[in-house]
């Protein structure tokens, strides 16, 4: 199964941490040139170190995924430096839980804002580019089993209305595109323990147990768990898959 990923460019949003720098680390190591699109300060030392690491020809942007016009300048600068861009990771997310009586207009809408317009704002400069090059590609976008189950013990609407719709986003381009040779899919992991599920499990320990109990694998998920589907989708071997949406998750939504 061939997922070499040499004289290919990768953009990754939210690359800065967690998942999405673990998955450009895959990405690196399979031989791509990796950008690394985050509103951390420190995306261009963290590019810097995934060039040292495997060689690869890198850059980091700080870039707000809910600014379009923003996105499509990043994206435009990635192709001058590195090429055009062929494989696209969508990971820049948020989650905000809560009562649903209680949250807020600005709360639904950052959580609207970053999961679902920054992923579409990321897959629409990604397309342009591919379709103005005559280029093939594929995208990957981070849903989540939240985006067909509802979690509990926490609410979370927003966040999983988010990631039911960034599934279907997927999907829909992947259609739309799919005549230029641009494939799109989606993967919906399970509990994944990042910087993100470690902020809601300090505020609420007792998650964690809940959580595990309901995992028929016992644990959650690692960042790394995630890298051989997201290569494969990623590269050449899933070259007729397309427009799928594919769980990850320990079992969890098997029960």
Partial sequence: MNTDLSQRTAVVTGGGRGIGLALARSFA?????????????????????????YGVATCGRRVDVTDQAAVADAFADIGAGLGVPQVLLTAAGIEINGDSVD??????????DVNLTGTFFAAQAFGS?????????????????????????????????SKAAVAHLGKSLAVEWAASGIRVNSISPGYVLTDLTQAILDRQPQLHDDWVARIPQGRMAKPTDLAGLVTFLASDASDYLTAQDIVIDGGYTAI
């Fill in 129 to 161: 580019g591919l379709l103005t090059a005559g280029l093939p590609g594929s995208a990957v976008m981070i849903a989540s089993m939240s985006g067909s189950i509802v979690n509990v013990p926490q609410w979370a609407a927003s966040y999983n209305a």
């Fill in 103 to 112: 949250v807020t207009a600005d709360q639904w809408r950052k959580v609207i």
């Fill in 29 to 53: 190591a399979s031989g791509a040139r990796v950008a690394l699109i985050d509103l951390l300060d420190t995306v261009d030392d963290t590019a810097r170190h995934l060039a040292d690491e």
